[in-house]
């Protein structure tokens, strides 16, 4: 068995100045080429982000990149509106895959990624990065504790002024992938499914369009029956905002910096009831590299990934429900 797996990166994502050192840092990998349709711009992103690599190749060509026999896995951040298509290309040249969020824009094209990669006997997952952040399992141990109780509401907000570098996340309308909610609401859909033990079974959403039918901002509510809430909203019009609350029957946690910058102090309130009150300092960790140190590890040692293709199902069931409820202006029953 290889020691390294051999990765390619299919285009020149702005996300590269985190993935592709990433890869080249992991003791498990090795970058060994990046394809992008826009001629120049995978040199470019290389010779940026990790000009130390030279023997990794930059091509103009995604297809042919798929078509080398050197590359033994794929990650995927291209246009929202591409992952289920170059995924599916991916999978058929046998390549493993770590799909950028969203994995899709449909359930039926997340149910086809699966499918193909059992048929062809490769493993994909969803690049949620911040999950493999170690303040995450600080939360965790903290709700097994029993200090906070049982978790009854869970609030995400994720959200920046939009720069006009940027304005390419609002140039289509949903339905094609632009818009908050594909680009920054997975993280907070993720967040706010992920602390309740079921999926939720009803959302309610409401939203700002702008003139190409992009959502600018989005806020909405998850079911999760008994009385349980998830609360959600992302925007490009706030102050920017990275954290999540999660209150129980004792007590509260809450997550200053969800989406953790490596280079800054994770921390963690908690208060209860009883009168504890406490702000942790946590040790800083960075949850590209060891995202890509873990799947790197999945597909050298045959283990199953940490975030599984029922998780991006459930998460892309939910953010098309809360969709349509704005579209419909009424709660949607998750089935």
């Given amino acids: ?9 299919l285009g ?17 990998a090795k970058l060994v080429a990046i394809a992008s349709r826009r001629p120049g711009a995978a040199a470019e ?30 990650y995927l951040p291209m246009a929202n509106e591409e992952h289920a298509e170059w995924a599916l290309k991916a999978i058929d040249h046998g390549k493993h895959v770590l799909i950028e969020k969203p994995m899709a824009l449909k359930v039926a ?44 509401t869970v609030k995400t907000a994720f959200a920046f002024p939009m720069k006009p570098a940027r304005l390419y996340r609002i140039n289509r309308d949903i339905a094609n992938g632009g818009g908050a909610m594909w680009d ?12 309740f033990d079921n999926e939720p079974v009803a959302a309610t959403a409401m939203a700002k369009l702008n003139e190409h039918g992009a959502d600018v901002s989005l806020s909405g509510i998850f079911d999760f029956g008994d009385g349980r809430y998830g609360h959600f909203e992302m925007s490009f019009e706030h102050a920017r905002r990275s954290n999540y609350e999660i209150i129980g029957t004792k007590g509260g946690i809450t997550c200053h910096a969800a989406w953790q910058p490596h280079d800054e102090q994770p921390l963690i309130s908690y208060w209860t009831d009883a009168g504890e009150a406490e702000t942790v300092s946590l040790p800083m960790a960075n949850h590209f590299n060891r995202e890509i140190e873990h799947f790197s590890d999945c597909i050298l040692n045959n283990k199953a990934p940490f975030l599984s293709m029922a998780d991006a199902r459930g998460n892309c069931a939910a953010i098309n429900a809360a969709l349509q409820s704005v579209s419909e202006g009424r709660t949607i029953k998750i089935s």
Avoid: C
Wanted: no cysteine; glycine share 4%.
């Fill in 1 to 9: 068995m290889a020691e390294q797996l051999r990765w390619g990166i």
């Fill in 12 to 28: 020149a994502a702005r996300v590269n100045d985190k993935l592709m050192p990433a890869i080249v840092e992991a003791e498990n």
């Fill in 45 to 74: 992103t290389l010779q940026k982000h990790a000009p130390n690599e030279t023997d990794a190749e930059a091509m103009d060509d995604p297809q042919a990149l798929l078509a080398r026999e050197d590359i033994d896995a794929i």
């Fill in 109 to 152: 094209d997340i149910d086809a990624i699966d499918a193909a990669a059992r048929a062809n006997d490769v493993t994909v997952m969803e690049g949620f990065m911040y999950r493999f952040h170690t303040q995450h399992d600080f939360v965790r141990d903290l709700i097994d504790s029993g200090k906070i109780g049982e978790v009854r």
């Fill in 184 to 195: 920054i609401g997975p993280y907070a859909v993720h967040t706010a499914r992920h602390w």
